[in-house]
């Protein structure tokens, strides 16, 4: 199974992003990414998404 | 500043994970930061993997990644102020796992030939007729299997849906047996089935 998770690891990345990203509990006032943090978080997620998507592309 | 990784009912068994109990809810926390980390892929599978861990030995509710708060009193405060959701939440998810499938299509998306505004209307029309048809398909055999589900059509280019299912633990083989079944029978796309997950998508009881 271990195995099996690891070859898939890159791929699940992009259900990984939408859960812990999109979901999850969301708690009014809390301190959470600065105004600045938040371009970088999605800047870094656009390489993530598109690194996936390549490898999805690469493995076809 | 504390890192609140989840909510739960119980202490952990993993030493390494910290907490913080308020009337019977407890905080699962990690206090060796300074600020909200970097959504790294190993900042964000960490927080994955400290979450499934938490999970074996309770129910546990995900906070959404980067969650921190100044310190024990407004930790304290938060899980005073929204207890009773919290505890529903928590009734919800007992003895479940969140069981992602989602269908991707061998293409991109938009080939950039429609030559008109009309004809990308009615392209996008069709991609979301179709993303809607192989989303029934799939519920229509996992949507028994579960106690709550959700479902995003045309999430991203090349996804036609991603949909969470909220799962008995112990029906995950039935609930893959059948995700490979769909699978098998859908040509068009590709269905992936991941999990099990925290429950991400059912962490809000109340809605």
């Given at each position: 199974?271990?195995?099996?998770?690891?070859?898939?690891?890159?791929?699940?990345?992009?259900?990984?992003?939408?859960?812990?990203?999109?979901?999850?509990?969301v708690i009014?006032g809390d301190i959470t990414l600065a105004?600045?943090d938040i371009?970088?978080?999605?800047?870094?997620?656009?390489?993530?998404?598109?690194?996936?998507?390549?490898?999805?592309?690469?493995?076809? | 500043?504390?890192?609140?990784?989840?909510?739960?009912?119980?202490?952990?068994?993993?030493?390494?994970?910290?907490?913080?109990?308020?009337?019977?809810?407890?905080?699962?926390?990690?206090?060796?930061?300074?600020?909200a980390?970097?959504?790294?892929?190993?900042?964000?599978?960490?927080?994955?993997?400290?979450?499934?861990?938490?999970?074996?030995?309770?129910?546990?509710?995900?906070?959404r990644?980067g969650t921190v708060?100044?310190?024990?009193?407004?930790?304290?405060?938060?899980?005073?102020?929204?207890?009773?959701?919290?505890?529903?939440?928590?009734?919800?998810?007992?003895?479940?796992?969140?069981?992602?499938?989602?269908?991707?299509?061998?293409?991109?998306?938009?080939?950039?030939?429609?030559?008109?505004?009309?004809?990308?209307?009615?392209?996008?029309?069709?991609?979301?007729?179709?993303?809607?048809?192989?989303?029934?398909?799939?519920?229509?055999?996992?949507?028994?299997?579960?106690?709550?589900?959700?479902?995003?059509?045309?999430?991203?280019?090349?996804?036609?849906?991603?949909?969470?299912?909220?799962?008995?633990?112990?029906?995950?083989?039935?609930?893959?047996?059948?995700?490979?079944?769909?699978?098998?029978?859908?040509?068009?796309?590709?269905?992936?089935?991941?999990?099990?997950?925290?429950?991400?998508?059912?962490?809000?009881?109340?809605?």
């Amino acid at each position: 199974v271990s195995d099996t998770l690891a070859q898939h690891q890159e791929v699940t990345l992009v259900d990984l992003l939408d859960r812990l990203l999109g979901g999850g509990v969301v708690i009014a006032g809390d301190i959470t990414l600065a105004v600045a943090d938040i371009d970088l978080v999605q800047v870094s997620l656009r390489a993530l998404v598109a690194s996936v998507d390549t490898l999805a592309e690469g493995s076809g | 500043v504390i890192y609140v990784y989840g909510i739960g009912e119980r202490e952990p068994a993993d030493a390494s994970v910290e907490s913080i109990r308020h009337d019977g809810l407890v905080a699962y926390v990690r206090r060796d930061v300074e600020a909200a980390p970097e959504p790294t892929p190993d900042e964000l599978w960490r927080h994955e993997k400290t979450l499934a861990q938490l999970m074996e030995d309770g129910a546990v509710l995900p906070m959404r990644f980067g969650t921190v708060l100044e310190d024990d009193d407004a930790l304290r405060a938060v899980l005073e102020a929204r207890r009773n959701t919290l505890r529903r939440s928590l009734a919800l998810v007992r003895g479940r796992v969140e069981m992602g499938v989602r269908a991707q299509w061998p293409e991109p998306g938009s080939r950039g030939d429609a030559s008109s505004g009309r004809e990308f209307m009615v392209a996008k029309l069709e991609r979301q007729r179709r993303a809607r048809r192989l989303a029934g398909i799939a519920d229509a055999s996992l949507g028994t299997l579960s106690e709550r589900r959700v479902c995003s059509l045309l999430p991203r280019a090349g996804t036609a849906f991603a949909a969470s299912y909220l799962v008995d633990r112990t029906r995950i083989g039935e609930f893959r047996a059948r995700a490979s079944a769909v699978r098998a029978r859908v040509h068009e796309a590709d269905v992936v089935c991941t999990g099990p997950w925290a429950p991400y998508s059912f962490s809000e009881a109340g809605e």
